[in-house]
């Protein structure tokens, strides 16, 4: 009986390597993405100009609106006060402190 040794010689694997069909894949995808027809700078800013001019008769509901809105402003009266926190008009029953000419409402001193 005769015995054979076979001795096999096994090459280390890089394993952070990246495979070369992987490679190929991403260049492939890289080389697509440069030769697509992308929209110049100009073309972009000028459609961003053209839909800026329709927001101004659009609601947030979509509807247009052509009418024009019209507030009633009210002075504040002498018995109430802005306060300098939360910026509400309050009437003076609801002042808390008043300091340096700043007035604060009883809800933001809390």
């Given amino acids: 009986m005769i015995v054979t040794e076979e001795r096999s010689t096994k090459v280390a ?5 990246v495979r070369s069909d992987v490679k190929e894949s991403q ?3 890289l080389e697509a993405l440069q030769s697509a027809n992308a929209p110049d700078a100009r073309s972009v800013v000028r459609e961003l100009d053209e839909s800026d001019a329709l927001d101004d008769a659009i609601t947030p ?3 247009f ?3 024009e809105l019209i507030v009633q402003v009210v002075p504040q009266a002498e018995d109430e006060f802005t306060c300098n926190s939360c910026f509400l008009v309050r009437h003076r029953s609801q002042l808390a402190r008043e300091s340096n000419g700043r007035s604060y409402c009883i809800e933001c001193e809390g």
């Avoid at 694997?13 to 390597?17: A, M, Q, R, V």
Wanted: charged share 50%.
């Fill in 65 to 67: 609106v052509a009418e």
């Fill in 13 to 17: 694997t890089d394993y952070d390597e």
């Fill in 27 to 29: 260049d492939r995808s």
């Fill in 61 to 63: 509901g979509g509807e």
